[in-house]
C-alpha cells in the first residue's frame, strides 16, 4: 500500500487548470464560445438521444419541488453524457 502523502504529491502534479476567463468579453470570443459548445453540442447529440431509453418512467406522488428539480438535473445530466455527476445526485436521495 502506497504512502498517502506521496500519493497526495502525485495528484498535486496532475491537476488540471482550464481558464475561461482570460479572454477579453467582446463579441469576437463570444462567437467563438458559442461555435465550440455548439460543436459539442453537436457531438453529443446522437448519443443522447439514444440514452433517453435508459431512463425509467417515473411517476411521483406529492412531488417536492426541490426533489423534482433534482430529477430532472440528474436525468439531465445522464443524458449529457455526465455520468458520475449523475450517480452522485441520484445517490443523495
Not at 502506497?2 to 496532475?14: R, V
Not at 482570460?22 to 463570444?30: A, P
Amino acid at each position: 500500500m502506497g504512502d498517502k502523502h506521496q500519493d497526495i504529491e502525485n495528484f498535486i502534479e496532475e491537476v488540471l487548470y482550464i481558464d475561461y476567463h482570460s479572454e477579453s468579453r467582446n463579441d469576437q470570443v463570444r462567437e467563438e464560445i458559442r461555435q465550440y459548445l455548439h460543436h459539442r453540442f453537436e457531438e453529443k447529440l446522437p448519443e443522447a438521444v439514444e440514452r433517453i431509453w435508459d431512463l425509467p418512467n417515473l411517476v411521483l406522488k406529492k412531488p417536492s419541488e426541490i426533489y423534482t428539480e433534482l430529477l430532472i438535473e440528474a436525468f439531465d445530466l445522464y443524458l449529457d453524457g455526465y455520468f458520475y455527476s449523475c450517480v452522485a445526485m441520484w445517490y443523495r436521495w
